[in-house]
């Protein structure tokens, strides 16, 4: 089993930067892959980013493409979101998952990011 605690959400500016942690107990953090998904307030939880468990493969939604970027550690077994040029829109409880993409089993707690105008 997994335990998975994200860290990094705050409030920030409409094009500024924040990057999410997601600390993960286990020692076998590095054989799943890993995701991050977000829910806004009164939606349904949808898919951010994913990476594989080798960080070979990467996956983005098209919303955050090219705004959003995810990598691991496997040594400090954890996993990152890099986000860039943030917009309101982005406002949301961001969720780290671990499991076999795009299965995720076991969940984080949230994290949330908001973004003013």
């Known amino acids: 089993q997994v335990q998975l605690v994200e860290s990094g959400g705050g409030l920030v500016q409409a094009g500024g930067s924040l990057r999410l942690s997601c600390a993960a107990s286990?020692?076998?953090?590095?054989?799943?892959?890993m995701g991050w998904f977000r829910q806004a307030l009164g939606k349904e939880r949808k898919f951010v980013s994913a990476i594989t468990w080798s960080g070979g493969s990467t996956y983005y939604a098209d919303s955050v493409k090219g705004r959003f970027t995810i990598s691991r550690d496997n040594a400090k077994n954890t996993v990152y979101l890099q986000m860039n040029s943030l917009k309101p829109e982005d406002t949301a409880v961001y969720y780290c998952a671990a499991g076999p993409y795009p299965q995720f089993e076991y969940w984080g707690q949230g994290t949330l990011v908001t973004v003013s105008e």
């Open positions: 286990g020692r076998t953090f590095s054989s799943y892959d």
